[in-house]
């Protein structure tokens, strides 16, 4: 592989690779938050019954 193409893909998978580790109290509640405020801001409620009219 040429030098150029090898340093790029390298680069890329460095700066984007997921790492694995402990999540914190901090992070598991800002998790946590975030989830909620999408389950509000998107009216999604547990068990909540819903009929969608598809017609082509």
């Known amino acids: 592989m ?7 893909a390298t680069e890329a ?3 984007t690779a997921p790492r694995a580790g402990y ?3 901090t992070q598991n509640s800002n ?3 975030g989830l909620n405020n999408w389950y509000i801001a998107d009216r999604i ?4 019954a ?3 009219d ?3």
């Open 2 to 8: 040429p030098a150029l193409l090898r340093s790029a």
């Open 13 to 15: 998978t460095a700066t």
């Open 23 to 25: 999540v914190d109290g």
């Open 31 to 33: 998790a946590d938050t």
């Open 45 to 48: 409620l547990h068990n909540d």
């Open 50 to 52: 819903f009929y969608v």
């Open 54 to 56: 598809i017609r082509s």
